[in-house]
C-alpha cells in the first residue's frame, strides 16, 4: 500500500501546481432521470427494487427551473477578490434511456435520447429550461 501511495505522490509531483487557494466542486450526472419522481419511488421501494436509504434514490433526478434558479443564486452571491463571479461545471450526461422503447423491444436493445429531448419529455415548459441552462454557460 506505501509503495502505491508513493508512486502517486511521484506521478503528481510533475502535475500543474499553483499557490492559490482554490475551491473545486465537482457535480456529475447532470440531466439524469435517475428518480422521476415520488410515485415512482414508492413503487420501486414497495416492489424492493431499491434501497430506502440509498440517497440517490430520494433526491436524484432531472433539474427543474426552480432548482437551476437556486443554483443561479446561490452561486451569484460570491465572488473572488477580484470580482470573477464563481465557475461550476456540471457534469453533465448527454442521453438518457428510453424505457418505453425498451421494454417494448423485450429489453433486447438499448433505446436512448438525448438529454434536450428528455427535457422537452418531462417539462412542459421545457424552452425556458434549456434557456437557464444556456444562461449558466454564459
Known sequence: MMIFKFKRYIANT??????RKLLIIESDDWG????????ARERLLKQRVIN???RYNRYD???????LNSLFEVLNKFSDKNGNKVVFTP??????P???TVEKDGFQTYSYE???KT?????ADHEKIFSLWQEGIQ
Open 32 to 39: 439524469s432521470i435517475r428518480m422521476p419522481n415520488n410515485e
Open 14 to 19: 510533475f502535475g500543474w501546481n499553483t499557490s
Open 52 to 54: 430506502e436509504n440509498n
Open 119 to 123: 427535457l422537452q419529455r418531462y417539462y
Open 91 to 96: 457534469v453533465t450526461i448527454t442521453c438518457n
Open 114 to 116: 438525448p438529454f434536450t
Open 61 to 67: 433526478t432531472l433539474a427543474n427551473t426552480d432548482d
Open 98 to 100: 428510453v424505457f418505453e
